[in-house]
């Protein structure tokens, strides 16, 4: 990166919160926000009453189905990906059953790829939507996964909207790209997800961003797990204790000689939060089983947290006991990076344009996104956070979206497709 353009993006970052208005405005860009504004409430709606448990695979199709239905009438060529066995990454609660992808393309007059991602999967199960159908309250629309990520979808669909109203065709390809198991950390959709990133120029993925914190995401967590498996051999505890192997013994031997892997100056955090053992309390138990949550700030160190795990099991305080470690790499980290601080600092300038402070949170927060992904396997900008201002995911009765972010969120998407397109931000 040129020193230039990195000390603005370096001040862009460091001064957020004084961004600063600029007098114009690309006001063709804000009619046609205002003009979307109605439109995507209404595709809200309709996704909202589409219940989308990530195991609902009649649901998530209905939805594919509308999903392409709208992308179709935008001028898009549209196919479905159905999961392969091949390509899943199976976890131990993966699903039998993956919900499929849709894929939008539009081919524009400029040559920059730009890929657009979010997904139709939620955490409820079937049945939850009685208790909150999709409903208007003053400033806030509310309905199941209408935050996560229900809204995401509807902002691409209008945003790419609006670039049609606008006649604005300056991209190569832009490409909408909808899952349907993130929440289940996307074991059927991470292959394509990383493929896709690596075939485009800019990716920018839209989950809704904070209510207290207008902002775009550079960094989330990585996720992922360890299990523990022992199998020992059951014996009558009072009367022959000698003749069994203690699976609980072992069990709780692994889990202390492993307490100490974590490196929280890292942010590599190792913390076992469920254990199981035993079936009777005059029983030597044959079975015993634990999980541990992993937390990493880099791609990288998956590796060394995963060999320090495997290396520890083999230290067994009975030699006669089974011991099984898997090890499961949920969803890896977006990490920071010159490329889509460049493309933020774009954003943020963009924002102020309508008066709007963005924050461009460099940090991760808890959990971890599809973007990581993207990110696998390119070096080109990959910034989260461009849906709505939206609080309440994955609670049954109180999920919702600010309607006032709406027009400035579409804005900002569209301009920032507009300058991606001609080269800016890059």
Known sequence: MKLRTFLLAAACLGNAAHAQPVANPDAAVQRAAAAQKQPLLDTLRELVSI???????????????????????????VNFIEPTEAKTYRMADTPARIGRMVRGT?????????????????????GALARQPFRIDGNKAYGLGISDDKQGIAVILHTVAML?????????????????????????????????????DAVLSFEATRVG??????ATSGVGAVEIKVEGRASHAGGAPERGINALYELSHQILQMRDLSEPQLGLTLNWTISQAGTSRNVIPAHASAQADVRVLRVADYDRIEAAVRERGKKQLLPDAKVTVNFERRRPPLE???????????????????????????????????????????KAPVVERFGLQGFGAHSADDEWVLLDSIEPRLYLAARVIMDVARGKGL
């Open 213 to 218: 914190s207008d902002k775009v995401s550079l």
């Open 164 to 200: 049609k109203q606008l006649n604005f065709s300056g991209y190569g390809t832009l490409t909408v790209l909808v899952n349907a198991d993130e929440e289940i950390s996307s074991p059927g959709s991470r292959v394509e997800l990383a493929d896709a990133g690596a075939a485009h």
């Open 336 to 378: 920071a990076n010159d490329a889509n601080r460049k493309l933020a600092a774009q954003a943020l300038a963009i924002y102020a344009e309508i008066g709007r402070k963005l924050v461009v949170d460099d940090q991760p927060e808890g959990g971890g996104t599809d973007a990581a992904f993207a990110q696998l396997k390119t």
């Open 106 to 126: 539009f081919k524009g007059a400029g040559t920059k790829r730009i890929l657009l991602i979010a997904h139709v999967d939620t955490v409820y199960l079937k």
């Open 51 to 77: 219940e989308t448990g990530s195991g609902d695979i009649e649901g998530l199709t209905q939805a594919t189905e509308l999903i392409a239905t709208k992308l179709r009438a935008l001028g898009a060529t």
